[in-house]
């Protein structure tokens, strides 16, 4: 199984990106797909996170109400729509994808069977 994120960048405080994750190896049907990232000196974050139907989703308190999490399974992608960018949004970001993480807990790395090789998100202020 191999997740490959992409469409992070160097954006303006203020402005939107849209980042994608597609998995291969194995349907994403049942697996949740979560979205964490990691700035420099600091532990992984929990960002979203969403069921595998898609019938529920998760924020981290820092980005709820700016950031959306979907998924297109018959795609196997993921996305995080971003908005209202800031400086404290940059990081590098890493998706996931979890069997069990809904019952385990989905904020928490350990609940994710796979990860991406992340992709990087600067915001200049």
């Known amino acids: 199984v191999q997740l490959q994120a992409s469409g992070g960048g160097l954006v303006q405080a203020g402005n939107s990106l849209e980042l994608s994750c597609l998995v291969s190896?194995?349907?994403?049907?049942?697996?949740?797909m979560g979205w964490f990232r990691q700035a420099p000196g600091k532990e992984r974050e929990f960002v979203a996170a969403?069921?595998?139907?898609?019938?529920?989703?998760y924020y981290g308190d820092s980005v709820k109400g700016r950031f959306t999490i979907s998924r297109d399974n018959a795609k196997s992608t993921a996305y995080l729509q971003m908005n209202s960018l800031n400086a404290e949004d940059t990081a590098v970001y890493y998706c996931?994808?979890?069997?069990?993480?809904?019952?385990?807990?989905?904020?928490?790395?350990?609940?994710?069977?796979?990860w991406g090789q992340g992709t990087q998100v600067t915001v200049s202020s």
């Open positions: 190896g194995r349907t994403i049907n049942n697996y949740v």
């Open positions: 996931a994808a979890g069997f069990s993480a809904l019952v385990l807990g989905t904020k928490y790395p350990r609940n994710y069977d796979y």
């Open positions: 969403m069921s595998g139907s898609g019938d529920s989703t």
